[in-house]
């Protein structure tokens, strides 16, 4: 019995994917076993949002080799999609498959032996048309469940589109069969995912579903308790869906919304779909029907042309906006955008300081929207993370929670009282009790 072992890197998609590749692999007699575990073959599905990301599959290649020397390695993921060629001439590589092929292994690859050159297997990004379901498994506290894959847009900044191909779907049905059986399992919460989720319907290149229709139909699924919706855009953010979840029992308050840049000639530079203001009016609508809700925020510093006062609006903007954290990305060359043309380039150590400027902003959001929730009850998804005699869980609405360890309680929903703000910016609880009622 040959012996796999898995590495992701990047999204909440890669590792749904990464969870379903998996299960080919024991489904067919194979053993999965930790990276470490000398395994006989390595799967490493990558990511390619940064040149980090690049980085990283390199070393973990070496890595993996170290460990493992006679094992074989295979690349899948966007940058397997993005640079077949040249993943193929690192040391210790023996197949790489593109976005078409990496659910086609056993096709291309046989049993997984070495040949005297890398295979590479990667079509046109074109090809990349059939919709593969996952979902992810092994954390038995909340699965991520794909519902949508590719996407349509052409900002300027990203490599997705290339990596992925176009827009597409699965059906409500085969989405629910799927809920059906994770609610099976020990699964408490489920985080719906995808590339672009909010273009949620395309199936065969046309719109055949809704977005909205999904959600209502995953909201009478028995057996789970908790239903998060992963990052979706402004502009498919539609009032329908806010309302909605203000109402469900099982959405939780929680929404994962880019902007990228507070300024409005920068998104446009962007090529983004929406501007500024739409922006603020979906916090708005989300802050007056769920006073409690947490907004989280994707954003772009070091953009092309993005000059000092257009950094600043971007600060202003969000400073002045109800959110509760940020996630800032450092703007990075990609091949193949338009945006590596464009003038205007932001010196790289200017970049890092804008950088943390806003990561400094984003942990004063944080601790703010943590001081609005305490004295109040909310429910804690426990978690098997334990550190320093300490457990750790979220909130509905996404607040880090910190309780006394007890085994009891993990992967147990249970009504607590936020009480303080420690010393590690987590919330404790002030009534453990209520947690046993």
Do not use: W
């Amino acid at each position: 019995m040959k012996r796999v072992a898995f590495y992701t890197l990047g999204c909440k998609l890669n590792y749904s994917e990464t969870s379903t590749i998996s299960r080919m692999f024991t489904d067919k007699g194979y053993e999965k076993v930790d990276f470490t575990e000398n395994p006989d073959i390595f799967i490493i599905n990558t990511c390619s949002v940064t040149d980090n990301a690049d980085k990283k599959c390199r070393k973990i290649v070496k890595e993996a080799k170290k460990i493992s020397p006679h094992s074989y390695v295979t690349i899948v993921g966007c940058y397997a999609q993005l640079k077949p060629r040249e993943i193929s001439e690192i040391p210790g590589v023996d197949a790489v498959l593109g976005a078409a092929e990496k659910f086609r292994l056993f096709d291309f690859l046989e049993d997984f032996t070495s040949k005297n050159q890398p295979q590479v297997f990667a079509s046109e990004i074109k090809e990349a048309r059939r919709y593969h379901s996952s979902y992810s498994a092994g954390d038995r506290t909340r699965t991520f469940l794909k519902v949508q894959d590719g996407c349509n847009y052409g900002c300027a900044f990203c490599t997705i589109p290339l990596a992925r191909g176009k827009s597409r779907s699965d059906s409500i049905a085969n989405i629910i069969a799927q809920a059906e059986e994770i609610a099976k399992t020990d699964v408490k919460e489920v985080v719906l995912t995808g590339i672009n989720i909010g273009d949620f319907g395309i199936q065969n290149g046309r719109r055949q579903e809704k977005f909205v229709d999904l959600l209502q139909a995953m909201d009478q699924v028995d057996g789970i308790n908790r239903i998060r919706i992963s990052s979706i855009e402004p502009n498919l953010l539609e009032d329908e869906i806010i309302s909605f979840v203000s109402q469900s029992q099982k959405f939780v308050p929680h929404f994962h919304i880019p902007l990228q840049s507070g300024s409005n000639t920068i998104l446009q530079a962007m090529n983004r779909r929406y501007q500024r203001e739409l922006y603020a009016e979906r916090v708005k609508t989300i802050k007056s029907l769920m006073p409690q809700g947490c907004i989280g925020v994707d954003v772009i510093v070091g953009f092309p042309g993005e000059t000092e006062d257009e950094f600043m609006t971007t600060y202003q903007f969000l400073n002045e906006l109800d959110v509760s954290y940020l996630h800032v990305f450092t703007y990075s060359e990609r091949a193949n955008t338009s945006a590596i043309s464009m003038g205007g380039v932001v010196p790289m150590k200017e970049r890092q300081r804008r950088s943390k400027m806003l990561r400094t902003l984003s942990e004063k959001k944080r601790r703010f929207f943590y001081e609005q929730q305490l004295g109040k009850e909310f429910s804690v998804l426990f978690e098997e993370d334990i550190e320093n005699g300490q457990m750790h869980g979220f909130t509905e609405n996404y607040v880090r929670v910190a309780a006394k360890y007890d085994p009891v309680l993990i992967n147990e929903v249970k009504p607590v009282i936020l009480s303080q703000i420690n010393a590690a910016g987590h919330v404790e609880v002030q009534e453990p009790e209520l947690m046993l009622s």
